[in-house]
């Protein structure tokens, strides 16, 4: 099918691109003054901190989400070829260094109020498998597209089958559930500061902790895993396999810079988010992601649900209409137990998340976007779905 975009854009409209303050040049500038190009100084113990008064954690930064899940799983000491559970419907990262510990993955479907990890499956799988005698090792839950899950159950859950909990917030910096942060309610929390998320640092992550000691594990498993000499001679010593993980002072400047404005930025997604839905109420078929009750969704990305049988043209070609017109949207993300490197795990449900993914589809979101690109957005979709019906009134001729 070719698409013939009737209008343009002046240039092409991303799907979700860092927006500065202004003032990251001068924070970055001031490192480099104070001579910290290093994965040590001021900046990196002040993004920390800052991170601790904001969950009232333990924070360790890191070079990237993934690498703060990978600590939080090492910090867990799973053995090699025990299990994890772990939503299917998420980013390969919140799950790949479940691999690189020889960890299996244990899939579980999403529920439809907040499309994350189902608490009634979890549940009936934790029940099947404590009678089997064979409990996984942890459970992953992921806050989806910054909606936090449900996480009064799923934290009850955990708790009535002692298994750890590890919180994927990469996408949910700064929303909250019953007016707690996403990312504090479990045994470790990840955050990341990649270039598309709310806030970026072109990339970082962070790890925060309820545990002292734990902090200082993974600050130690990020940093080499050095031991501490005992002859006091500053030796390199090593009696673990130790990491790279450290951030860099550049980035950090940048993410506290960015850290300053998160409120406003939840703001403007979230806004965007309802500026779409409001502005194409009136098309059939085309309905924003759920805004579960108990919780602030920051709309890291603005989603949409397409049903065919009314909006007329299906999600994939309305993403090849999109991209025709130079705007850039994509699916939901397509779950874990459908990708090929995934495909020998075993998958509790399936169909909420395979169903989300072919009728997902997740719009522009960047919060510096003008309104003038929305209204361009919306009426490329207002076209699609006009063309598309006319089309299908020819055929019914
Ligand atoms: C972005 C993301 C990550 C990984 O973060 P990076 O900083 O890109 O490594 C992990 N999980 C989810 C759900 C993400 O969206």
Redesign the pocket.
């Known amino acids: 099918m070719e698409f013939q975009p009737s209008a343009r854009a002046q240039k092409r409209i991303h799907l979700s691109v860092p927006h500065q303050t202004g003032r990251e040049l001068s924070a970055v500038k001031e490192v480099l003054d104070s001579n910290w190009i290093s994965t040590v100084g001021p900046a990196i113990i002040e993004l920390e901190s800052r991170f601790s008064e904001l969950t009232g954690l333990h924070a360790v930064a890191v070079s990237?989400?993934?690498?703060a899940?990978h600590i939080g799983v090492k910090l867990l000491d799973i053995a090699p070829g025990s299990e994890v559970v772990c939503p299917t419907l998420?980013?390969a990262?919140?799950c790949n260094p479940l691999l690189y510990e020889g960890v299996r993955p244990v899939f579980i479907d999403s529920e439809r109020r907040s499309w994350n990890l189902d608490p009634n499956l979890l549940e009936a799988f934790l029940k099947k498998r404590a009678r089997a005698n064979s409990l996984p090792s942890a459970v992953i839950v992921?806050h989806?597209f910054g909606q936090p899950a449900e996480m009064d159950e799923i934290t009850q859950i955990c708790r009535r089958y002692e298994v750890a909990l590890i919180e994927?917030a990469?996408?949910a910096l700064g929303a909250r559930f019953r007016g707690r942060p996403a990312g504090v309610f479990g045994d470790a929390g990840?955050y990341?500061?990649?270039g598309?998320?709310i806030i970026t640092g072109a990339?970082?992550?962070m790890l925060v902790l309820p545990s002292a000691a734990a902090a200082d594990r993974a600050r130690f498993l990020i940093s080499q895993a050095r031991d501490a000499d005992p002859e006091g001679l500053n030796n390199y010593l090593h009696s673990s396999v130790g990491y790279n993980y450290r951030i860099s002072t550049l980035q950090a400047a940048v993410i506290c810079e960015q850290l300053g404005v998160l409120t406003e930025r939840i703001q403007q997604r979230r806004r965007i988010a309802f500026e779409y839905s409001e502005m194409l109420r009136d098309i059939p078929g085309f309905d924003l992601m759920p805004q579960a009750d108990s919780r602030l969704h920051t709309n890291w990305l603005s989603v949409f649900l397409v049903d065919q049988s009314q909006f007329l043209m299906s999600r994939s070609d309305l993403i090849k209409f999109l991209n025709a017109a130079d705007i850039e949207s994509r699916p939901v993300w397509r779950p874990l137990h459908k990708q090929e490197l995934f495909s020998e795990f075993e998958c509790v449900g399936g169909d909420v998340a395979e169903d989300l993914h072919a009728r997902g589809i997740c719009l522009p979101s960047s919060s510096n976007m003008t309104r003038d690109e929305r209204e361009f957005v919306v009426s490329r979709i207002r076209e699609a779905h006009a063309r598309t019906g006319a089309i299908g009134a020819i055929g019914a001729m």
């Open positions: 990237n989400g993934t690498a899940m998420t980013l990262a919140t992921v989806l994927d990469a996408e990840i990341s500061f990649n598309n998320k990339g970082g992550g």
